[in-house]
């Protein structure tokens, strides 16, 4: 009876022992977790948002033509500056220049003035000086009308960087005007290095921008930078065939689109030598011949493989996806997002994939919710 209380007694002391141990363990690290909030807390304060039920009585801003954020900023943008970046295109046209350059113009955050690193957001587009010669719509180094204005207004006060790049063959950008291809692509995937590496930048760059400008999203995409964290495409086509070719009939807009867009982009001088290669008068062909032949013609198919890009960034790419699209968008339909080949719906593959997406749809005036599909929200 002795030894067992003994044992009792000494069991206790041992269970004491390791209660004290456990609660100054516990105390221990406790003290350093509040320790590092507090330390987080001097460079991060919290933020304090509205509750949602009280955001329709705020200011908000409606006399304008794109949204404004209900905080303002406390940075203001830098002057813009400009780089040309310059690209090997050896391989990727059999007629034309083996060097080629990307042109962009960017504005900085002042906060970078004293070292600190940067998130980039930007639009890469065709449109900068789009047009015919006198008509031409802005260069890089002019903020966008809509879409730039809404990330220079909102974003650089929030400490963003925001870039304008002209793809091959538009603005000051030299090289073949290689429409949605690979040449195309790959000026496209030098820029997204370029901002990605650069010493104001953090190495997060995103993507934003409407139609083609969501195209050159997904091209950038199919190269899979470590660099481009997401992309935000707008009504953004992914595929260049199921944009023009669809239900088993052609678009008319399809014999055109080719020469519709290099005529746009050509000052029509000396200059537009650069411009032209084989990849042109091939677009140029590709059109009247697949609305002829459609499926009969497999040497064409081989062109819009190389233009067809949601299929390669799936493989290729680690990043989230902020779709928007217009349900009646009848330029850029629905099925560029939910449709694909026989059998396949892209977004239900990129979820399946485990990438992050989200989007909002909207329907002409209505907006249009998929209850089914949580990550989709009313725009």
Same mark, same amino acid.
């Given at each position: 009876?002795?030894?067992?209380?003994?044992?009792? @007694?000494?069991?206790?002391?041992?269970?004491?022992?390791?209660?004290?141990?456990?609660?100054?363990?516990?105390?221990?690290?406790?003290?350093?977790?509040?320790?590092?909030?507090?330390?987080?807390?001097?460079?991060?304060?919290?933020?304090?948002? !509205?509750?949602?039920?009280?955001?329709?009585?705020?200011?908000?801003?409606?006399?304008?033509?794109?949204?404004?954020? %209900?905080? !303002?900023?406390?940075?203001? !943008?830098?002057?813009? @500056?400009?780089?040309?970046?310059?690209?090997?295109?050896?391989?990727?046209?059999?007629?034309?220049?083996?060097?080629?350059?990307?042109?962009? /113009?960017?504005?900085?955050? &002042?906060?970078?003035?004293?070292?600190?690193?940067?998130?980039?957001?930007?639009?890469?587009?065709?449109?900068?000086?789009?047009?015919?010669?006198?008509?031409?719509?802005?260069?890089? &180094?002019?903020?966008?009308?809509?879409?730039?204005?809404?990330?220079?207004?909102?974003?650089?006060?929030?400490?963003?960087?925001?870039?304008?790049?002209?793809?091959?063959?538009?603005? %000051?950008?030299?090289?073949?005007?290689?429409?949605?291809?690979?040449?195309?692509?790959?000026?496209?995937?030098?820029?997204?290095?370029?901002?990605?590496?650069?010493?104001?930048?953090? *190495?997060?760059? *995103?993507?934003?921008?409407?139609?083609?400008?969501?195209?050159?999203?997904?091209?950038?995409?199919?190269?899979? /930078?470590?660099?481009?964290?997401?992309?935000?495409?707008?009504?953004?086509?992914?595929?260049?065939? !199921?944009?023009?070719y669809k239900n088993g009939s052609a678009e008319a807009r399809s014999q055109i689109m080719h020469m519709n867009y290099f005529s746009s982009t050509v000052d029509y001088n000396e200059d537009d030598l650069d411009n032209v290669c084989p990849d042109i008068a091939e677009g140029l062909f590709a059109g009247p011949a697949t609305y002829i032949a459609g499926e009969m013609d497999p040497y064409m198919q081989?062109?819009?493989?190389?233009? /067809?890009?949601?299929?390669?960034?799936?493989?290729?790419? @680690?990043?989230?996806?902020?779709?928007? @699209?217009?349900?009646?968008?009848?330029?850029?339909?629905?099925?560029?997002?939910?449709?694909?080949?026989?059998?396949?719906?892209?977004?239900?593959?990129?979820?399946?994939?485990?990438?992050?997406?989200?989007?909002?749809?909207?329907?002409?005036?209505?907006?249009?919710?998929?209850? /089914?599909?949580?990550?989709?929200?009313?725009?």
């Amino acid at each position: 009876m002795f030894e067992r209380r003994k044992v009792r @007694q000494n069991m206790r002391k041992s269970q004491l022992a390791y209660l004290l141990v456990g609660l100054y363990s516990f105390n221990v690290a406790l003290w350093v977790c509040i320790s590092s909030i507090w330390a987080k807390k001097e460079f991060r304060p919290e933020v304090s948002y !509205p509750s949602i039920w009280d955001r329709h009585s705020l200011k908000w801003q409606t006399n304008h033509t794109f949204s404004f954020l %209900l905080e !303002p900023g406390p940075f203001y !943008p830098l002057d813009v @500056q400009e780089a040309f970046i310059e690209v090997d295109t050896s391989e990727v046209w059999e007629v034309g220049p083996s060097v080629s350059n990307i042109h962009l /113009s960017y504005w900085l955050p &002042n906060n970078t003035i004293a070292g600190e690193k940067v998130p980039v957001i930007a639009v890469i587009s065709p449109y900068f000086s789009y047009g015919q010669p006198g008509s031409e719509s802005g260069a890089t &180094n002019v903020v966008g009308s809509g879409r730039g204005e809404f990330i220079f207004e909102n974003f650089i006060p929030h400490g963003y960087a925001f870039a304008q790049v002209s793809v091959f063959g538009t603005e %000051l950008s030299t090289g073949c005007f290689d429409y949605r291809g690979l040449g195309e692509g790959l000026g496209i995937h030098h820029a997204v290095e370029w901002l990605g590496t650069q010493e104001w930048s953090n *190495g997060n760059v *995103g993507l934003y921008g409407k139609s083609y400008e969501g195209a050159t999203q997904w091209e950038a995409a199919a190269m899979g /930078s470590e660099f481009l964290k997401t992309i935000v495409p707008v009504s953004g086509t992914t595929a260049l065939h !199921p944009l023009l070719y669809k239900n088993g009939s052609a678009e008319a807009r399809s014999q055109i689109m080719h020469m519709n867009y290099f005529s746009s982009t050509v000052d029509y001088n000396e200059d537009d030598l650069d411009n032209v290669c084989p990849d042109i008068a091939e677009g140029l062909f590709a059109g009247p011949a697949t609305y002829i032949a459609g499926e009969m013609d497999p040497y064409m198919q081989n062109y819009y493989d190389d233009r /067809s890009h949601i299929d390669k960034a799936i493989n290729n790419w @680690q990043g989230s996806i902020y779709w928007v @699209q217009g349900m009646q968008d009848w330029n850029v339909d629905p099925h560029q997002v939910f449709g694909g080949p026989p059998g396949i719906n892209w977004y239900q593959e990129y979820v399946d994939e485990g990438v992050l997406v989200w989007g909002c749809l909207a329907s002409g005036a209505t907006i249009t919710r998929i209850k /089914s599909q949580p990550r989709w929200r009313e725009c």
